[in-house]
């Protein structure tokens, strides 16, 4: 029987390393932003050109802007992304029309995202992420005591911390779907974590058990251990269909949703629980069995 619990320590220092290196990227590199966030605009297209020449026609137009052009996979269609600028709305008028003269490039959708309203957005992801967050730390305190609580928001603060890191590090865009996938990332790991709290809380209850937290916590995590890495599997099964099969605007989403489900997963066994252990729970067990 494999002895999770003795290798806290461990994914602990693994822990304290990512969460360094999520600083670090972030802090020197940042994130690459996308329209949302920054305003600017978003050209769908349909063409045949590659992605370079779609870029240097689109580059053309205005020299000064960035231009970002991505391919749907097994397809000729194209999002290109066109940052903020002085005179956005006569910008849009003249891309369209210098873009109607090319008999290679068809235009199927274009929006423009004003830098004002993109930073209306930015408080209101802070906002919603930051209330999940404490909907989830009040109900897990009112169905558990304080240190599973605790545990759990550090857990989830973690997978929500390094995902975040992860899309710094490979430069994927930050947008709104990117929140989205925050939000699920938060909401699959605290689903997870809660049923190991559940199965420990169970062990812990039982009057005929001796009082050993370590090997309580080693019981929770192999009795769950089954279901965990099933529902992890079937999860990541979905999500490589979505990446395989999805929009290219929507692609990058179950990319850094599977990262969070392995982040996840590993947080609920490896953090979780054996930071229940660290704040003390063993006492308050010994004292409600005397």
Sequence with gaps: MIDFFK???LSYMASSFLIVMTILFIFFKGLNLGIDFKGGFNVEVRSDLSNQELNNIFSRIDTSREVIVKKEISSNVYSVRIESGIGDKLFLDSLRESV?????IEILMSEYIEPTFSSDLIQNAIYALLSSIFVIALYIWIRFD???AFAGILALLHDVFISIGFMSIFNIEFNLTMIA???????YSINDTIVLFDRLRTLSSEEDVKINLPSMINKSIILNLRRTILTSFTTILALICLVILAPVNLTEMPIVFIFGVLIG?????FLGLPMIHALNYESVLKSRDS
């Design 146 to 148: 304080w240190q599973f």
């Design 100 to 104: 109607s003269t090319l008999i290679n």
């Design 265 to 269: 997963t590993y947080s609920s066994i």
């Design 181 to 187: 996938a925050i939000l699920l990332i938060a909401g």
């Design 7 to 9: 290798y806290r320590k």
